[in-house]
């Protein structure tokens, strides 16, 4: 856990959040600002910072998270028609808080990854 990480706040109730799930591993709540009409992060309760910190010790839980993203996928009703998974590493890729998650989006059409 790291004291000032908004998500690890989140995690532990300190900040409000609308919690679509959790389990002992991983929860998933809404982006608070959506991009599209299903805007989910799905974030493990461990504090990995990115993607680039993932160990082989961690793959479980990876995979857990995917899991958990198309069960989300399946459940918001976005499964069938096509979603994206997409995880920012670092500055240039995107990433604005540093604790892995994964945007799960869907409800429109996707273009583009730039
Ligand atoms: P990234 O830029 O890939 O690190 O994604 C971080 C995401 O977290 C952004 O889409 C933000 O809109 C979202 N976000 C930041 N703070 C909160 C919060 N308190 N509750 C929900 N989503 C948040």
């Not at 919690?19 to 929860?27: I, N, T």
Request: glycine share 10%; aromatic share 6%; hydrophobic share 45%.
């Amino acid at each position: 856990m790291d004291a000032d990480c908004i998500f690890c706040k989140i995690i532990r109730g300190e900040a409000p959040s609308t919690m679509l799930y959790q389990d002992e591993y991983a929860v998933a709540f809404k982006d608070i600002a959506p991009i599209a009409p299903v805007h989910v992060l799905i974030v493990p309760r461990q504090h990995i910072v990115s993607a680039a910190e993932v160990t082989a010790e961690n793959a479980p839980l990876i995979g857990h998270l995917i899991a958990v993203a198309a069960r989300l996928a399946r459940e918001l009703g976005i499964a069938e028609r096509g979603y994206r998974l997409v995880t920012n590493i670092g500055r240039e890729g995107g990433q604005s808080v540093f604790h892995l998650h994964w945007h799960l989006l869907g409800g429109r059409q996707m273009r583009g990854l730039g």
